[in-house]
């Protein structure tokens, strides 16, 4: 049990390294309404996000987030 539990807190600190990183990576969201009004929002990369750099660090944070939070909930029931 204990080798489980040494296993898990290691894939847990990657998770929240690779987390971490990635949100770092992340642009962020000041442009706010003058994007909007300067046009920044009918763009090519403002229309296909999802296909963008931004949309696959969006879909990745979401899931290392899942991880983050099932791989917490296990470490503090093997406590």
Same mark, same amino acid.
């Given at each position: 049990m204990a080798v489980l539990k040494t296993i898990i807190t290691?894939?847990? +600190?990657?998770?929240?390294? +690779?987390?971490?990183i990635i949100v770092l990576l992340q642009e962020g969201?000041?442009?706010?309404?003058?994007g909007s009004i300067n046009g920044a929002a009918e763009t090519y990369w403002g229309k296909n996000k999802g296909r963008s750099m931004e949309g696959f660090l969006e879909k990745i944070t979401k899931f290392l987030a899942i991880g983050f939070i099932i791989l917490a909930l296990v470490l503090n029931i093997l406590k």
């Open positions: 290691i894939i847990f +600190a990657l998770v929240c390294l +690779a987390l971490t969201k000041q442009a706010g309404l003058t």
